[in-house]
């Protein structure tokens, strides 16, 4: 079969769909995927067909777009600015999709885009369906954010957010489907998938969102958090990395505290007042940042690439933006994580540990020393450990998600 993958975003959107292309690749199937032209690199190490599918995340992560008006605090702005986004290297995109769409039997998608693609999808025949990284669709099991609400509320808030976003994106909808030839459509994707019986893969673990599989049936099945095996993750690092001098460093003296920020754009201020604050507690503390931090016997301060599967075992607790991947990658290490988000899905991953006793989080902007606080907090370090074993083994979620996809196909 020919199943075609086109996933926008950073790396932490991208790797996910890695770790299944190259399971069903290896399954004797002919995979082609479209990334992001500053992230094309990444599936060609792993032996996939690759091509540029929009302009570069890092440019998008790094502008007044992102760092400045998807944060405002007037909801106006935001939504906008969240549309621009949806439209980033638009005309590119679809056009790429159509290609594979015509070529492929299975059109596959990461968060992003998924409205188009599924349009584009079914003028060609293909089929179509998406991977979630997060919940994205509305429920009665958890709230939108970081605060706990009455569930009434929550439902509320995610019928909102879930309508909202519908409407940023309803004026190019309508314009992609009058250009394909297709009839409009109304209401969001996710209720038109529900109707058709498409699946949506949940490429996350059913262990941190306790009531969620119920809820939503098995058409949004849980499939636990996807990652490339030991041949394909050591391809994408190429070797070059600081994993190795990372690990030495850690287990020469008492565990360190990883501090990094993934993709994210912060200052050096913020990166180098939470260094700070640990190294003030006494201690130890790995730096991964581009950014100056000060000079401390206790601090290993890191540049390259590192493999959070390696590293973060030999760690005692981590601070980070609360992405997906990197959440993952923590609670998979059984050490306590505080998340100092940004945006977008970053304060539910918070919220999702603090419900299981294993971390907390806050808003990178009113980050303070107290916040470093669960780091220390045997009971937090325990339930951390805990949560760890409850989690769907990698490979199982992975093979789940295949299966998934092939059925899809095959119906």
Known sequence: MRIGFTVHGSRGDIQPAIAVGAELARRGHEIRFAVTEDLVHLPAAAGLHTESLAPS?????????????????????????????SDHGRDTSEQVMGELARSCELLVTGPLAQDRADAIAQIHGATFVPLHYCPLRPNTSLGVGYREYPRPVSRAMWHLADQTYWLTLRAADRRLRTELGLPSVKGPLGSRLRKRGVPEIQAYDAALFPGLENDWGPQRPLVGFLLPDNDTRAALSNGDDATSRAVEWATTDEAPVYVGFGSMKI????????????????LRVIGHTDHELPQHDRLLHLTQPVNHETLLPQCRGAVHHGGAGTTAAVTRAGIPSVIAWLSADQP???????????????????????????????AVAAAAARLSTELTPPSEAVDRACDILLDAAAR
């Open 57 to 85: 995340t890092a440019e998008l992560l790094s502008s007044p777009l992102v760092k400045q008006r998807l944060k405002s605090r007037n909801p106006k702005v935001r939504l906008e600015a969240l549309r621009e986004i």
């Open 267 to 282: 200052t050096a201020e913020q990166i180098g007042g939470i260094v700070s604050s640990l190294l003030d507690r006494g």
């Open 348 to 378: 539910m991953w918070a919220a999702a540990l603090r419900r299981k006793g294993a971390g907390s989080g806050n808003k990178l902007a009113r980050f303070g020393p107290s916040d470093l606080d669960p780091l220390t907090d045997p």
